[in-house]
């Protein structure tokens, strides 16, 4: 795969950090006097960030937070995810595996999360996997983030590589519509944090585990020109 670049979303692409950003909104809860909330009705808010998580789960126990509020319950929230970033969030299964083969196939890997840089290197520093990526880029690394094309183009080049030779991977509607805008192929998974289904998101391909991800590869760059850089999987 050598000239290839995969990016990866980082947030319910590579890792589940649903437990923990789940339980620092409950924290947020606890403080404001509410109960908390299960992390099924939780998740689909995830990919919109954690102002949006706070918003959407005192609304859901109908509490209105003026601006004031929000942004206390904001200082809340980060202080007590950052304390526990890695506490129960984990690589999806099989990740790992497939990001060493691809590496030694050639591909260069890299991130493309909304999250902040510092917290997208901490979190991945703790579960072990920074060193797997050649470039890895947060909401705050360049002057723009996701869904502005810009965001994905420029981890490519951070990475060395070519948006003509690159594949995206996530599991949102932002992450499909960055690689839209930047002409870039895109493979949804579908254990994410979407709330809509991939499928009617309009990706390139979908996967339900990370066994599927080589051969999906395989099959989109074939119908992208790209299928000289991906070799057959044994």
Same mark, same amino acid.
């Given at each position: 795969?050598? +000239?290839? =670049?995969?990016?990866? &979303? *980082?947030?319910?692409?590579?890792?589940? =950090?649903?437990? &923990? *950003?789940?339980?620092?909104?409950?924290?947020?809860? &606890?403080?404001?006097?509410?109960?908390?909330?299960?992390?099924?009705?939780?998740?689909?808010?995830?990919?919109?960030?954690?102002?949006?998580?706070?918003? #959407?789960? !005192?609304? *859901? %126990?109908?509490?209105?937070?003026?601006?004031?509020?929000?942004? %206390?319950?904001?200082?809340?929230?980060?202080?007590?995810?950052?304390?526990? $970033?890695?506490?129960?969030?984990?690589?999806?299964?099989?990740?790992?595996?497939?990001? &060493?083969?691809?590496?030694?196939?050639?591909? !260069?890997?890299?991130?493309?999360?909304?999250?902040?840089?510092?917290?997208?290197?901490?979190?991945?520093? @703790?579960?072990?996997? =920074?060193?797997?990526?050649?470039? $890895?880029?947060?909401?705050?690394?360049?002057?723009?983030?996701?869904?502005?094309?810009?965001?994905?183009? +420029?981890?490519? !080049?951070?990475?060395? /590589?070519?948006?003509?030779?690159?594949?995206?991977? /996530?599991?949102? +509607?932002?992450?499909?519509?960055?690689?839209?805008?930047?002409?870039?192929?895109?493979?949804?998974?579908?254990?994410?944090?979407?709330?809509?289904? *991939?499928?009617?998101?309009?990706?390139?391909?979908? $996967? /339900?585990?990370?066994? #599927?991800?080589?051969?999906? $590869?395989?099959? @989109?760059? +074939? %119908?992208?020109?790209?299928?000289?850089?991906?070799?057959?999987?044994?």
């Amino acid at each position: 795969m050598h +000239g290839l =670049t995969i990016v990866f &979303d *980082l947030d319910g692409t590579l890792v589940d =950090t649903a437990p &923990d *950003l789940v339980r620092a909104t409950n924290h947020v809860l &606890d403080l404001l006097g509410a109960e908390p909330l299960p992390p099924a009705t939780l998740r689909p808010w995830i990919s919109h960030g954690a102002r949006r998580m706070i918003v #959407e789960a !005192a609304a *859901l %126990r109908s509490m209105a937070l003026d601006e004031a509020a929000t942004e %206390r319950s904001l200082d809340r929230f980060l202080e007590h995810y950052l304390a526990n $970033i890695a506490h129960e969030s984990r690589p999806f299964p099989g990740v790992e595996d497939v990001l &060493d083969a691809l590496a030694a196939e050639g591909a !260069a890997l890299a991130v493309c999360t909304n999250k902040r840089e510092a917290w997208s290197r901490l979190l991945l520093d @703790l579960l072990g996997m =920074t060193p797997r990526f050649r470039a $890895i880029a947060g909401r705050d690394t360049f002057a723009v983030c996701k869904p502005d094309p810009g965001h994905l183009t +420029g981890v490519i !080049a951070a990475a060395g /590589g070519d948006p003509a030779r690159a594949i995206m991977v /996530g599991d949102s +509607g932002v992450d499909v519509a960055t690689a839209r805008a930047a002409a870039v192929p895109v493979i949804g998974v579908t254990f994410g944090y979407s709330d809509t289904p *991939l499928a009617a998101l309009g990706p390139d391909a979908v $996967i /339900g585990h990370y066994r #599927e991800l080589r051969p999906a $590869i395989r099959a @989109l760059a +074939g %119908r992208t020109g790209l299928a000289h850089t991906v070799p057959e999987q044994p």
